[in-house]
């Protein structure tokens, strides 16, 4: 899925998304836009992220083991992974408009089940159409988000990412505040989520369709600047090694954290999920402003400083008192988090003419690399003990030094 596309008859026919007025598409982002697919994104990843917020509670009613709770994480984001690139790779050869509206159906039911799933199976099940959701969602909100940034295409993938991530750190809030007082089957009322994020994603579709044009010409003819095929698909595969790394710690900290404090710290269940939050609110407030650093000063930087920069605060995180351990949180937040919206733009540079499979690919591959993180780091908790998790993975940042092979991108691109 890293090799390069070559041009064929195939693609020239393939439809892609043009503005509906090219003598407006300069003016700048389509802010309205942008503010409804981070806000889709928003309610998407807040229900996301009840899962790993719900884990305690999943782990005292039926005698889970973190090799379970790691299982019930595998299912909803392999099948997010899975499927991601494949969904993405459709709508590049036939757009889908109303496709994000139908996928959250597919969250909605999964909420309704895991409210009451009393078997483990049921479990993965609701947990696998929870991400069966998320794999319709991204690929194509991903296109739409980059389509309405006027150019500003780090910024437009900040502003959707952050939505994502200020999501993503709701849910622990969310759970501590309603699940863990009333209990499973209170999943049941974030359906209602559901349908809001149904309706706005249905309007979406209604802009994102006239916008919707068959392609008649061929591709503009590659950049000089550009970087060669060869390179074009080791850039790929450098891009995939990083995004792996990234997750795989970051899947120590969303599905392990809570524990973790509570058995060094012994916090409260309660207590453990707000200082998630605090983790996941530093890591939104990254997201935020890596786009914009990266189309300002160039997004190799970025992705350099973001993941190999965190080292020193991971190495140092097992040897921390609480307060310690919640200020290093943060900073590695803030600081590996920046990464993701220039790895996907810089994807995007790469191969142009396959948006949708390329952001399927790194939106599925991160969630299947944190999902592979989070089964195999179960096992070894379990084995070893949750605190030789953390210890083993503060080395993971140190694979950003590959980020120094990564091509130089023709200036129009920001790279």
């Not at 309660?270 to 890591?283: D, G, K, N, P, R």
């Not at 089964?375 to 140190?398: H, M, N, Q, S």
């Amino acid at each position: 899925m890293d090799k390069p596309v070559i041009a064929s008859e195939e693609t020239l026919v393939a439809p892609v998304v043009v503005p509906a007025a090219p003598e407006k598409a300069a003016i700048g982002p389509a802010y309205l836009v942008l503010g409804g697919i981070s806000f889709s994104h928003f309610l998407n990843d807040t229900m996301q992220s009840l899962i790993p917020s719900v884990y305690p509670i999943l782990k005292e009613n039926y005698a889970l083991d973190f090799a379970q709770i790691g299982m019930i994480t595998l299912a909803f984001q392999v099948t997010a992974s899975l499927l991601q690139p494949v969904v993405g790779y459709v709508t590049d050869r036939k757009a889908q408009p109303f496709s994000l509206a139908i996928g959250m159906g597919s969250t909605f039911v999964g909420l309704l089940l895991l409210s009451v799933a009393h078997v483990y199976g049921m479990i993965l099940i609701s947990a696998g159409l929870i991400g069966l959701g998320s794999a319709v969602f991204h690929p194509e909100s991903a296109r739409i988000a980059r389509m309405a940034s006027g150019g500003r295409y780090g910024f437009a993938q900040s502003v959707f990412q952050v939505g994502g991530n200020f999501g993503s750190a709701m849910g622990p809030v969310l759970a501590a505040l309603i699940i863990v007082p009333f209990g499973q089957p209170s999943i049941a009322w974030f359906s209602s989520i559901a349908f809001v994020a149904i309706v706005l994603l249905f309007q979406i579709g209604r802009w994102y369709k006239p916008r919707i044009a068959p392609r008649r010409s061929a591709m503009q003819a590659r950049s000089p600047e550009a970087p060669t095929p060869a390179r074009t698909a080791v850039a790929l595969a450098i891009l995939i090694v990083l995004v792996f790394s990234k997750f795989i710690y970051m899947s120590s900290l969303t599905s392990y954290y809570t524990f973790y404090l509570i058995e060094r710290f012994h916090v409260s269940t309660q207590t453990s999920q707000l200082l998630l939050f605090v983790f996941l609110a530093a890591v939104a407030v990254g997201v935020y402003f890596g786009g914009p650093l990266g189309d300002r000063f160039g997004r190799r930087y970025v992705i350099w400083l973001s993941i190999l920069g965190v080292l020193p605060f991971t190495l140092l995180l097992p040897f921390a008192n609480l307060p310690g351990t919640v200020a290093l949180t943060v900073i590695i937040g803030l600081i590996i988090s920046s990464a993701m919206p220039a790895i996907i733009v810089f994807a995007q540079e790469l191969m142009p003419h396959r948006l949708g499979m390329i952001s399927g690919m790194f939106f599925g591959f991160a969630f299947g690399a944190a999902g592979i993180g989070a089964a195999i780091l179960g096992e070894v908790a379990d084995a070893k003990g949750i605190e030789f998790v953390y210890r083993t993975c503060a080395f993971l940042p140190a694979i950003g030094l590959l980020a120094m092979f990564l091509p130089k991108m023709p200036r129009t691109h920001h790279g």
